[in-house]
């Protein structure tokens, strides 16, 4: 079992910056890739970014490309996602997973959640 708690959720304007974080426990943090999906309002879960064990490999979705950075401490057990020049439509439940294979999008394949964490980006 792995746990994953996301921090760093909240409201910002249009062109800001805001940084998720996610702290894992549980079973060996390099065992797993680890990404980032996010659910906007009255839409399915959608994937954003994902990252390698060891990090040296990094996928984003074409709309946060240029814009987001993820990463990863494996010495700190955390990844996290740095999002800049925000727009109205990263609106949505950022939710952090843990899976066994880097370069899947399907969020069927990921095996563990966190709770997500709420971004709102105002006009």
């Known amino acids: 079992q792995v746990q994953l708690v996301e921090s760093g959720g909240g409201l910002v304007q249009a062109g800001g910056s805001l940084k998720l974080s996610c702290a894992a426990s549980?079973?060996?943090?390099?065992?797993?890739?680890l990404g980032w999906f996010r659910q906007p309002p009255g839409t399915e879960r959608e994937f954003v970014a994902a990252?390698?064990?060891?990090?040296?490999?990094?996928l984003y979705t074409e709309s946060v490309e240029g814009r987001f950075t993820i990463s990863r401490d494996n010495a700190r057990n955390t990844v996290s996602l740095q999002m800049n020049s925000l727009k109205p439509e990263d609106t949505a439940v950022y939710y952090c997973?843990?899976?066994?294979?880097?370069?899947?999008?399907?969020?069927?394949?990921?095996?563990?959640w966190g709770q997500g964490t709420r971004v709102t980006v105002s006009s």
């Open positions: 990252i390698s064990r060891a990090g040296d490999n990094t």
């Open positions: 997973a843990a899976g066994l294979q880097f370069g899947i999008r399907s969020e069927d394949l990921w095996h563990y």
């Open positions: 549980g079973r060996t943090f390099t065992d797993y890739v």
